[in-house]
């Protein structure tokens, strides 16, 4: 590489042109700032900004500035709606159509295809000799499943064992990123296994004449110690999500969905933080109580119910189990299990039920999980009546008849920038697993929880369902599982592209100057913008209360940033001062033009 050697007294002279040199060191500070995650980068009567953040803005006097990923463009403040990845996607009784995409809706599902249609659910339906579950998985036989990574193993109908090892899971969170959707009716969408959450992205609109799905789907899984394949605990505030709305006042940094998996996490990561401006929307870590165990012959306790309507829910706490007894014995001498607590990843498991014909031996029936695990083991001195409690999987009873339902009610975040439309018959379903049959004795599992979140209108024709899952116990019938948590809230719109107005923090120069440059890099983020129309610059001397429009000319690429140059731009005019200022503006900006400002540097002479 050739020297080139530069005289001061040549300078002084004239004689020597430095415009590409200053063009060169400015282009080098971007790279020097940028390489050390600088903001701003200082030389002598030269600034440099490189937006790593916000420090060299003076934001009192800019306007619609947003930065994000090393540059600044003008934008409305706006809500995260998903990245569109699986396009336009509706799900038929026949097949699915899908369009406008960049992932195949077929590498996320494990059941149903888009030329199969769907298929059967993984837990099989409701019917009497299914072990009597009261709470049937919707659409049974019209099912799309997505894909759980790692889940546990296979989950069949009946398929629970003592220790519920068969169906125990607590795979990650699955994510879904929609620009629209629509399940059509009697058909369903939801998981293939137990898991931490669905987590459903619609960047425009949402339709659901079918179901949305997380019934009997709730994870086995503890939030208090680390988990999912992001391997840890979850916030001792639960799960949680800021999101910009009207009227709110909460400030949160950035979503916790620590515990819930990679995926998930990654996912919210793309919402911005709210400062006195958004709303937390929360499932809490420690769902509502179970039901204690009953102490006499009876039903068993109810669950307490989730909290519903509020921006921090829960799931529902499982049933206890009943006892029944015979022959004149003790009433007080045989306990139900208790029912479990829910959790931010599932409802509580049912309690197991007792029962006794015999003075001088007693029993207590298992208690539920509180960590979306198994059911309450039943006990007793017969062939009848002791059953377990609903869960992941259901516990055993005195026979195989009496084994508890398996399943607990799961969780759905649902977050839509659009509309969001729940036909007649439609429904989002987060409910837990029953019994449907006399002298059973165990608890009913809670419900999840429903996070609905929706930037345009809400019209609900169907159903949230969040019922209680039934048991029977003799000699009363109790709805012992208890409710699952909801809420429905409207948010922000996404952002918009809005003009900018960029204004540098104010540098002192030595003396008041007369001349001034301009060199920046900046990108089309969508459309085309022209220099000087749609993207001009300015320069001044007076901190700012005069401005000298700059005549901005094309120099090239620079990293794959187009360069815009504007050398000694006469600033001589203005009121003498040495408060050096840089303005920028992009103009026409709209959703098919965004201009992106990635680096200013500003020289005075």
Known sequence: MARTTIRSEDISAGAIDT?????????????????????????????????????????????????????????????????????????????????????????????????????????????????????????????????????????????????????????????????????????????????????????????????????????????????????????????????????????????????????????????????????????????AAGGAGQTGQGGGNAGSDGTTGASTISTGGGGSGGTTYDNNVNPNTSIGGDGGSGSCFSGGAGGGGTYNNNNSTYYTGGDGSSTGGAGGNGFGNASAYAAGGAGNGGGTGVSASLEGSDGTGGIIWLVVGGNLTIGSGGSIDVRGQGHNSSNMGGGASGGGAAMILYAGTFTNNGSINTAAAEARSWPSIIVDGGAAGSNTSQVT????????????????????????????????????????????????RDNGTTWTQATLVADGTSGGHSILVAHNIDISSQ?????????????NQSASKETRIQAVSLGWK
């Open 19 to 287: 415009t590409n040199l200053e063009t060169d060191i400015a282009l080098l500070g971007f790279k020097v700032a940028a390489n050390g995650s600088l903001a701003a980068y200082g030389l002598s009567k030269q600034t440099i900004d490189a937006f790593e953040d916000s420090s060299g803005i003076d934001a009192g006097t800019s306007s619609n500035e947003i930065v994000e990923n090393s540059y600044v463009t003008g934008k409305s403040a706006g809500n995260y709606f998903g990245n569109s990845e699986l396009g336009t996607v509706q799900f038929g009784a026949s097949s699915i159509t899908q369009s406008s995409h960049s992932v195949g809706i077929d590498t996320k599902l494990s059941v149903g295809t888009s030329s199969s249609g769907p298929g059967n659910s993984s837990y099989g339906g409701w019917s009497a000799a299914s072990r009597n579950k009261e709470v049937p998985v919707p659409n049974n036989t019209a099912v799309y499943e997505a894909t759980v990574t790692n889940g546990g193993s296979s989950i069949t109908s009946s398929s629970g064992s003592s220790s519920g090892g068969s169906i125990n899971t607590d795979g990650d969170m699955v994510v879904l990123q929609f620009d629209t959707l629509t399940i059509d009716a009697s058909t369903t969408l939801t998981t293939n296994h137990p898991c931490r959450g669905l987590f459903v992205y619609v960047e425009n609109d949402c339709t659901i004449n079918g179901s949305l799905s997380m019934n009997s789907r709730g994870a086995n899984a503890d939030p208090t110690i680390s988990g999912g394949s992001d391997n840890a605990a979850v916030n001792a505030n639960g799960i949680q999500l800021p999101m910009l709305t009207s009227g709110g006042t909460s400030t949160l940094a950035s979503a916790t969905f620590s515990g819930t998996g990679s995926t998930a996490v990654s996912a919210v990561a793309n919402q911005t933080g709210i400062s006195g401006n958004g709303t937390i929307f929360s499932i809490a870590r420690t769902g």
């Open 493 to 540: 719109g996404a952002p918009q592209n809005l003009n900018l107005t960029l204004v540098s923090n104010a540098s002192t120069a030595d003396v008041a100057p007369d001349k001034a440059d301009i060199v920046m890099t900046y990108t089309n983020g969508a459309g085309t913008a022209t220099i000087n129309t749609d993207l001009k610059a300015y320069a001044s």
């Open 575 to 587: 009121p003498s001062g040495t408060s050096m200022k840089y303005k920028i503006e992009t103009l």
